[in-house]
């Protein structure tokens, strides 16, 4: 599978947007571009996926680069709620299992 | 509706000793996955079963460690032998039909395991 790049922590304020990049200048035509975030203390929680055009839902958007080499996952007013690590992952195998790198710790402040 | 359990939440044991990992998928999720994380790292994909078989254990660490899911629902993770190396939590998630590379996964509390 191929590799991301995240950074290591992100600050934001609360009730700003936030933009979460990750590089994969390595993806394949077949990657699917997988976001999740993990709570403290909690299990990872599924947020977003894509394959070359934007995606919006619910919880945040997801803006993928023309050349696919890059992405960011944009939440559009970030609540203390949503201070997790959040993890960029590729996913190109049929198995669908997913390869966790570190992560970005996001930290929203009041 | 329910999401996915796992039991215990909390697992201390001794080292050498044998234990068992409980985890309850959402009904009707045919792709089930393993993963453990240790402090302060990513989750590390163990072994995934798709309906009664496993079809990767790539991840599975060394012959200690083994999964079953003889019915194709609950699943249990076996550790023999146990070692204080094993101590992380370890995550079960779920999926509805084939796993594949868009399927949403659907990711369980943990059981936290500590062996002394």
């Known amino acids: 599978d191929a590799k991301t790049t995240q950074p290591n922590s992100m600050e934001s304020n609360e009730e700003e947007p936030v933009h979460l990049p990750c590089n994969h200048s390595t993806i394949s035509g077949t990657d699917y571009i997988h976001w999740y975030r993990q709570l403290p203390s909690q299990g990872p929680e599924y947020v977003i996926h894509?394959?070359?055009s934007n995606v919006n839902n619910r919880m945040a958007s997801l803006a993928i680069a023309e050349d696919r080499k890059s992405s960011t996952l944009i939440l559009h007013r970030a609540t203390l709620r949503d201070a997790a690590v959040y993890y960029c992952i590729l996913i190109s195998s049929n198995t669908g299992k997913l390869i966790f790198g570190q992560g970005t710790t996001l930290q929203v402040k009041p | 509706g329910a999401g996915v359990s796992q039991t215990p939440s909390n697992k201390v044991t001794e080292k050498g000793k044998y234990v068992e990992l409980r985890c309850d998928p959402i009904?009707?999720?045919?792709?089930l996955y393993w993963y453990r994380q240790s402090l302060g790292q990513g989750p590390e994909f163990l072994i995934y079963f798709q309906g009664t078989g496993a079809a990767d254990d790539s991840g599975l660490p060394n012959d200690r460690f083994f999964a079953v899911r003889p019915e194709g629902s609950v699943s249990t993770l076996k550790i023999q032998r146990t070692e204080r190396g094993d101590s992380a939590v370890y995550l079960c998630?779920?999926?509805?039909?084939?796993?594949?590379?868009?399927?949403?996964?659907?990711f369980g509390p943990g059981t936290r395991l500590t062996v002394l």
């Open positions: 998630a779920s999926s509805l039909s084939l796993a594949s590379s868009y399927n949403e996964q659907f």
């Open positions: 009904s009707g999720h045919t792709a």
């Open positions: 894509g394959l070359t």
